[in-house]
T-cell receptor, first 115, second 115 residues
Framework: DQQVKQNSPSLSVQEGRISILNCDYT??????FLWYKKYPAEGPTFLIS?????DKNEDGRFTVFLNKSAKHLSLHIVPSQPGDSAVYFC??????????????FGGGTRVLVKP | GAGVSQSPRYKVAKRGQDVALRCDPI?????LFWYQQALGQGPEFLTY????????KSGLPSDRFFAERPEGSVSTLKIQRTQQEDSAVYLC?????????????FGPGTRLLVL
């Protein structure tokens, strides 16, 4: 049973436009959410995070929105740039875990930004 | 500063062979995680260390998988009698310990292919 889902396996967007990536979760114990970006042959790189006490967090071109009642979060990239072409993973963690903050990942969304 | 490093980057093993994968976390990071990423999927949690103590090994898929971190820094993930289904990218991540959630920083991964 997938606790974190990214229902869009791929997304194509024109340079300069907005990219919107979506993520849904089922475990109500999750209270911290992150987005990672991954290039081929590299490890995931941390992008932005949000705690469940907030509904929005912004960092430069990246904004994450959290809708707790819908168990849904999204990542907005504005404006999109060709260097943003990568696979994006949504991840969730629970502070109720007995040990550590292990991450549960979605399956990823491949983003292609066309020049 | 230096990030998380992993070696080898690529490993080809014959079915039944034992392999050992190494992770050097960021200096001073107390927490260390191992994840397994199958082709086309998101990473999945394997095990977690706080210093030298293995506090969570609930994600290890079988007793053929063993991890250690004897001095609280470098960690080794060992897979005995490898099977074809063990083929995946093995990712290591580290984070600072402290109150609240700490961001996990990932290494480049070891791509294991079992023939």
């Amino acid at each position: 049973d997938q606790q974190v889902k990214q229902n869009s396996p791929s997304l194509s967007v024109q340079e300069g436009r907005i990219s919107i990536l979506n993520c849904d979760y089922t475990n109500s114990m999750f209270d911290y959410f992150l987005w990672y970006k991954k290039y081929p042959a590299e490890g995931p790189t941390f992008l932005i995070s949000i705690s469940s006490i907030k509904d929005k967090n912004e960092d430069g071109r990246f904004t994450v929105f959290l809708n707790k009642s819908a168990k849904h979060l999204s990542l907005h990239i504005v404006p999109s740039q060709p260097g943003d072409s990568a696979v994006y993973f949504c991840a969730a963690a629970s502070s109720f875990e007995a040990a550590g903050n292990k991450l549960t990942f979605g399956g990823g969304t491949r983003v292609l930004v066309k020049p | 500063g230096a990030g998380v490093s992993q070696s080898p980057r690529y490993k080809v093993a014959k079915r039944g062979q034992d392999v050992a994968l190494r992770c050097d976390p960021i200096s001073g990071h107390v927490s260390l995680f191992w994840y397994q990423q199958a082709l086309g999927q998101g990473p999945e949690f394997l095990t977690y260390f706080q210093n030298e103590a293995q506090l969570d090994k609930s994600g290890l898929p079988s007793d053929r998988f063993f991890a250690e971190r004897p001095e609280g820094s470098v960690s080794t993930l060992k897979i005995q009698r490898t099977q074809q289904e063990d083929s995946a990218v093995y990712l290591c991540a580290s984070s600072l310990a402290g109150a609240g959630f700490e961001t996990q920083y990932f290494g480049p991964g070891t791509r294991l292919l079992v023939l």
